[in-house]
């Protein structure tokens, strides 16, 4: 596989609170975006935690995965481990109190890549020339345009579309989606936070990275559009071509 990534503050915010991790080890094809919420210190800290938790718990059982099912569930407990992690820091530190974070993981496993999720960043796949978003918005405006109540035109400048309505670290306990994917040969997952799913469309992102080799060059590319069309939140983005 073959990996771009790139981060920025975007064009608004004083702080990054998104964070990323990639595995650099072949033993754990691990990949993770995270993007905090809770105040400056607060967003920035639940987010690393979050990344860090998962990334060491899925290290430290991956012998163990001898299974499709063992894998998926172990993607489970390591978001839910990162969630207690989380909301137990926030209980007992007022200064972190009610932080949260998303959570949009892809975890390779044999031939399969699972996708782990929670809030509102979100896991794209490009294959055979067109896009699709594999992960479903844990957001308020996802719930009314489920609910009929909106057009999705509508969710682009509705005055509430920051309002998530799952995120890790913000509740004792914690739904987790997950995803099981087969990927073909030129494939490429995408994991991006809202900061570029919010000022990037999907035809748009589609065409950076369409017969583009150079994945990083793409990332880049994809983080000064976003820039480019408000950046008004921070802007992650990590690409993987099968």
């Given at each position: 596989?073959f990996?771009?990534?790139a981060?920025?503050?975007?064009?608004?915010?004083?702080?990054?609170?998104d964070?990323?991790?990639?595995?650099?080890?072949p033993?754990?094809r691990?990949y993770?975006?995270a993007?905090g919420?809770g105040g400056?210190k607060?967003?920035?800290l639940a987010s690393?935690?979050?990344v860090?938790?998962i990334?060491a718990?899925?290290?430290?059982?991956?012998?163990?995965l001898t299974?499709e099912v063992k894998?998926?569930n172990?993607?489970?407990?390591?978001i839910?481990?990162?969630?207690e992690?989380?909301f137990?820091?926030?209980s007992?530190?007022?200064?972190c109190?009610?932080?949260?974070?998303?959570?949009?993981?892809?975890?390779?496993f044999k031939?399969?890549?699972?996708?782990?999720?929670v809030g509102?960043?979100r896991a794209?796949i490009?294959?055979d020339g067109?896009i699709?978003?594999?992960?479903e918005?844990?957001s308020l405006?996802?719930q009314?345009?489920?609910?009929?109540?909106?057009?999705?035109q509508?969710a682009?400048?509705?005055?509430q579309?920051?309002v998530?309505?799952?995120a890790?670290?913000t509740?004792?306990?914690i739904?987790v989606d997950?995803?099981?994917?087969?990927?073909?040969?030129?494939?490429?997952?995408?994991?991006?936070?809202d900061g570029?799913?919010?000022?990037?469309?999907d035809?748009?992102?589609?065409?950076?990275f369409a017969?583009?080799?150079?994945?990083q060059?793409a990332c880049?590319?994809?983080i000064?559009?976003?820039?480019?069309?408000?950046?008004?939140?921070?802007i992650t983005?990590?690409a993987?071509?099968i």
């Amino acid at each position: 596989m073959f990996v771009g990534a790139a981060s920025d503050i975007g064009v608004v915010r004083t702080a990054n609170q998104d964070s990323l991790f990639i595995s650099n080890d072949p033993s754990l094809r691990l990949y993770i975006i995270a993007d905090g919420m809770g105040g400056h210190k607060a967003g920035e800290l639940a987010s690393s935690m979050a990344v860090d938790s998962i990334a060491a718990y899925l290290d430290r059982v991956k012998q163990t995965l001898t299974s499709e099912v063992k894998a998926q569930n172990a993607v489970v407990e390591s978001i839910s481990i990162a969630n207690e992690a989380i909301f137990s820091r926030s209980s007992e530190d007022p200064d972190c109190s009610g932080m949260g974070t998303t959570v949009t993981m892809a975890f390779a496993f044999k031939n399969k890549i699972i996708i782990g999720h929670v809030g509102d960043s979100r896991a794209y796949i490009l294959r055979d020339g067109g896009i699709a978003q594999l992960t479903e918005d844990h957001s308020l405006v996802n719930q009314l345009i489920r609910e009929g109540k909106i057009t999705r035109q509508d969710a682009v400048n509705h005055p509430q579309r920051n309002v998530i309505t799952r995120a890790v670290g913000t509740s004792e306990d914690i739904e987790v989606d997950t995803l099981i994917l087969k990927p073909a040969k030129d494939d490429i997952i995408i994991l991006c936070s809202d900061g570029l799913s919010n000022m990037v469309g999907d035809i748009e992102l589609l065409s950076i990275f369409a017969d583009r080799d150079d994945l990083q060059k793409a990332c880049n590319m994809a983080i000064e559009l976003a820039k480019d069309n408000g950046g008004t939140d921070n802007i992650t983005i990590i690409a993987i071509r099968i």
